[in-house]
């Protein structure tokens, strides 16, 4: 502010948006943001809007060194933001800015590592093979069991097997069966059940067997 | 996820003045007040050990209980210091020779004078009321040291608790060894080094937990 008064001005190149690996670093401008927080921490709004705004190209340069998925580093950057806001009265205006912020977002990306980690040998992601189809082709290994479900339903009334096929096979609401069938409820939740009753009939009652 | 400039924008909109912290070793003060007082009050109810004036020409007992009493100070010191991001985390080292003259003391008492290590070594009387001396010096000094040190919690929580619980299990055991006569060798090491891996054990275990239950939330409108 006004101690750079006489002196060149100061040249600083800032990636744009959203600063890759490869894109410049910004620098720490260090006395300028310690003064802007010291400004932040007596409740000063534009200083501190000012602070967040230069802050973040640096953090998002740092982000990008730890995490290389964009929403990550975004993820980071509002972490470490967050964080910022929240201890923001540990900051000691007469030390440096620099070592303070980079001491914050060092300890929050490695608590995000640590927690990836650990949900990395938790949980398994879900991809397209685990999800299932309600048509009949794409579950191959249930062949055989539909196969004889399949011979059963045919020997029912037709509006019972059109009952079963939307309640129970493509699992719709009776009010969006009722929508797809032009049956009233009533009449769907009657030959549902009367379906079920006779398939246990035909296939078997396992649970008496 | 809302957007970062978004986050911005609402962080310094709802943005209060906040008092700065008074410098650490300040902070650090204020808590050995707080332990002089709770081990002080402690003292006026309790009593000294009856044989506290024949122990304290002993060099060893001497030299253990300053060396307790450095510890504490020292490591709440370095407690408070490891708590902000801006220092170095090297202090954690400054306890270090406190903690050594403390156990090579405490080892010298053990190994000097061999007293009863038997049944005749733990008084059952006795051993509830340190318990009670225990509970009572280290509940309200961890809590109060908990409670100044929340902000902690996204940055060195295992380091802080343990430096916090290593400073209240050296108060404790100060508070013990003045209290209570166990001389007995098995008394001693519970006092001592018992106090100590308890309260560091459990600062390591679920320091980490209870920092981040205590933990400032990082509210966006607060």
Redesign the interface.
Known sequence: MTERNGHPPQLRLVGGGKAGSAGPEPTIRDTDWAILMAH???????A??RL??EI?PYLRSLATRRHRDP?DV??A??DI???V?????????T??FG??LV??AN??FI?RLRRQGRRRDRETPLTSEHETFSEPQANLEERLDRHELEKALDELPPMQRKAVQLLKLKEMSLKEASMASGMSIASLKVNVHRAVKSLRKILGDRSES | MIATPDLIESLSKNLKPIRRLRPPVTRAACWLLLASVVVGLLAVSQGFRPDLATRIYDPSFTAGIIGAILTGVLAAVAAFLVSLPDRSRLWLLLPAPAVALWLTNVGYQCLGDWVSFGTDGVLIGEATRCLATLVLTSLPLSLAMLVMLRYAAPLRPTAVTCMGSLSVAAITATALSLFHSGDATLMIIMFNIGTAVMFVGLGGLFGHRIMQWIAPRPAIRD
């Open positions: 932040a921490q007596d409740g000063d709004r534009s501190y809007q967040l705004w973040t929403s975004e993820d950057v509002q933001l967050l964080t806001h929240a201890i923001r009265h540990t900051f000691d205006p030390r440096p070592p303070w001491t914050i300890r929050r608590d």
